[in-house]
């Protein structure tokens, strides 16, 4: 076993945390830009409608990297 | 500014001899915006003035007439003199009649054409086999192919193994041979078979029964025939281009004008009738009333009746916003997603103080601030349509170059030839990241905390102050509780931790008696919408850090030095413009969703029906 140490588990848990909250929210995005785009298929117009749903998980990520940004903290920089 | 356009309810009722003076009147005003009637049993649904029929059957024709002739009916017409319907409709019609002689006459051609083309195509095929054309009759006992077979010599070889009787004539190409070949037609499929080994094409002769003599006898006729016939058709279409041209003002003024009085003349359908008057009832801005009325009474010599009604529960009040000219560029926004209502607060001002500064925050860079207001400014010349959209862009960019100053960024470089920009917090991710986060959270605390109030604001005018207090006030205790117990447990203030419990505990009870159940199953909301904000910083932090990996990848290439310094010249161009792409694009759309997602469900209702005076397009 390589040893990684106290830094490198916290570097690796961050990653974990924004890892996954980023792939939570793409696979969130890409059911509602499925649905977004088959409604605009039917009505143009939904189109700004349509974006702004899409973009709405994406604040999982954001969430994420607040996480991963405090558990960087604990490493003490 | 905060409001929607003060309306009046009116009603106007008059005979119908003044029907049309008044639908005139109120066509020019542009201000009153018409309920349609409904039929009910006294008030009967008028109806179309007499001409509307008239003037729908010739506009019909000068649309179709200007679909044939290819005009954009969009284009703008030099003035010119309008006629009379009838005398508008003589023209139209002679011109249409024209037109669909031209049209037929060159469809006759082009069929003609086409034949002979077609035959002409066939003699000039079989031109060099010199065969003549009585040779293909259609006989009782003799079959014939004429086509390209390939190994011809071969061929040539085989075909006495088939039937001992055949006609050949040929004309060789190469290995391959263009021919016509005669056998019994007892033989026929066998010499089909064997025309087939020899990758046989035939051509299509059948045009050709009936004509005699040689070949090269009739091409030069045919060639002659049809330079002729493309000669009319270059005549044909010069006459109709030359009717598009002398007409194609007229017909564009003429068809703007009809629309016009089409409108007018079916603007009836929208009334109230009785057999001999009639209501129209619609809304009007209060401040347009006295005009209004006074012109119609002068218009008809006052047999017109024309009153404000008070306005009942349940009216659905058309939505006229009204804000100072800056502003107006962001009621872009509220087209984007719904109207407020009529008594609704208009959030279009807060969006025009706020969106600018959270877009800055985001993309917040001195020089992307300076690179977008400066292509804003340009394409907003260029399409002077969209001016509003680009408006909007423009005070995002002044934001971008306000937070760049803040930010002491410049395309990401905090130095500029070893001079160190000035800043009040870094963004910089090896540095200061706690404070930035604390930051977009005060803003999104604050952010949060107006729309509250405006949505306290909303209900005390709605349902008075009981109903508006249970409603929001819960929500402030709520984060006062909060904050009580962070700034407790984290020892910055003394004071027992109990305080914020308590105050958390009431939140939650006035937010049980306010909203029901629903109000407690959002408590998690207002935090989760409030470190929402956070992404002011995140999306920041993204573009900061492609700008610095752009910046550091192209002074590798500068310290190189020599041809390199072309490549690194290269690589901050087009780093650089794509990272603004992204950034706008992402800037905009989490300003765009902060106001939409995060500040406006804390008051926005929306869904009001917009003001759509008769006249105005």
């Known amino acids: 076993m390589v040893d990684v140490g106290n830094v490198g588990i916290v570097a690796i848990s961050a990653a974990f945390a924004l890892g996954c909250s980023a792939f939570a929210a793409a696979w969130a995005e890409k059911a509602i830009g499925t649905a977004a785009i088959g409604a605009m298929a039917e009505k143009e117009e939904l189109f700004g409608k349509g974006l702004i749903l899409t973009v709405i998980p994406e604040t999982i990520v954001i969430f994420g990297l607040v996480i991963a940004i405090l558990i960087l903290g604990l490493a003490g920089g | ?617």
Request: aromatic residues 12%; positive net charge; proline residues 3%.
């Open chain 2, 1 to 617: 500014m905060f409001k929607a356009t003060e309306m009046s309810k009116i009603v106007i009722l008059g005979p119908k001899t003044e029907m049309e003076k008044a639908i005139k009147t109120l066509y020019e005003l542009k201000v009153c915006h018409v309920i349609e009637h409904k039929k009910i049993e006294d008030l009967d649904i008028c109806s179309p003035m007499e001409k509307a029929n008239d003037i729908a059957r010739i506009l019909v024709k000068i649309r179709s007439i200007c679909s044939y002739l290819g005009i954009d009916m969009k284009l703008a017409a030099k003035k010119g003199e309008m006629l009379g319907i009838k005398e508008l409709e003589r023209h139209v019609f002679r011109l249409d009649s024209e037109l669909e002689a031209c049209l037929n006459e060159l469809k006759c051609i082009s069929s003609e054409i086409n034949e002979k083309s077609g035959l002409l195509k066939s003699l000039e095929e079989i031109k060099s086999l010199d065969i003549s054309l009585d040779s293909f009759y259609s006989f009782e006992t003799l079959k014939y192919f004429v086509g390209y077979v390939k190994g011809f010599e071969n061929f040539k070889k085989s075909i006495p193994s088939v039937t001992p009787k055949f006609g050949l004539q040929h004309k060789q190409f190469g290995k391959g041979a263009l021919i016509a070949l005669f056998v019994d037609k007892a033989f026929s499929d066998k010499a089909a078979k064997l025309l087939e080994g020899f990758e046989f094409r035939s051509i299509d002769i059948s045009r050709l029964t009936g004509i005699k003599g040689k070949p090269s006898a009739h091409i030069g006729r045919l060639a002659k025939q049809i330079s002729i016939l493309e000669n009319k058709k270059k005549e044909i279409n010069k006459k109709i281009s030359d009717i598009r041209k002398q007409n194609q003002d007229l017909l564009i003024l003429h068809e703007r004008f009809l629309s016009e009085e089409l409108e007018k003349a079916e603007a009836p359908l929208k009334f109230g009738s009785t057999e001999s008057s009639f209501v129209i009832s619609g809304w009007l801005p209060k401040k347009d009333f006295n005009k209004t009325a006074e012109l119609l009474n002068s218009k008809t010599k006052n047999k017109i009746f024309i009153k404000q009604m008070p306005i009942e529960k349940g009216d659905k009040v058309p939505v006229k916003l009204k804000n100072p000219k800056v502003i107006r560029s962001f009621e872009f926004f509220m087209d984007l997603y719904s109207l407020p209502s009529y008594k609704e607060i208009d959030p279009t001002f807060f969006i025009f103080l706020t969106f600018p500064l959270l877009f800055g925050f985001m993309l917040g860079d001195m020089g992307y601030g300076l690179t977008t207001l400066i292509v804003f400014w340009l394409l907003k010349k260029k399409f002077p349509k969209a001016k509003g959209f680009f408006n909007i862009l423009i005070f995002a960019s002044l934001a971008t170059v306000f937070f760049g100053a803040l930010f002491g960024e410049f395309f990401g470089a905090e130095e500029l030839f070893g001079w160190h920009l000035p800043r009040l917090i870094s963004r910089n991710p090896e540095h200061e990241l706690i404070p930035l986060m604390a930051f977009a959270a005060i803003v999104g605390v604050i952010h949060v905390n107006v729309g509250l109030i405006i949505g306290f604001i909303n209900e005390l005018k709605a349902h008075g102050f009981k109903r508006a207090f249970m409603e929001k006030f819960g929500w402030f205790f709520l984060e006062a509780g909060a904050a009580l117990l962070a700034l407790s447990y984290a020892k910055i203030i003394s004071i027992s931790p109990f305080a914020g419990y308590a105050l958390a505990a009431i939140a939650v009870i006035v937010l049980f008696l306010g909203e029901g159940t629903k109000g407690l199953v959002e408590i998690p909301s207002i935090f989760g919408n409030i470190l929402s904000y956070l992404r002011l910083m995140a999306i920041g932090l993204s573009s900061v850090g492609l700008a610095i990996v752009v910046n550091d990848l192209a002074k590798g290439f500068f310290h190189s030095g020599g041809f390199l310094i072309l490549a690194g010249i290269l690589v901050l161009v087009a780093g650089h413009a794509i990272n603004i792409g992204v950034g706008l694009l992402g800037s905009f759309l989490h300003a765009l969703r902060l106001h939409y997602v995060e500040f406006f469900t804390k008051f926005y209702k929306g869904g009001g029906m917009p003001f759509k005076p008769f006249g105005a397009k």
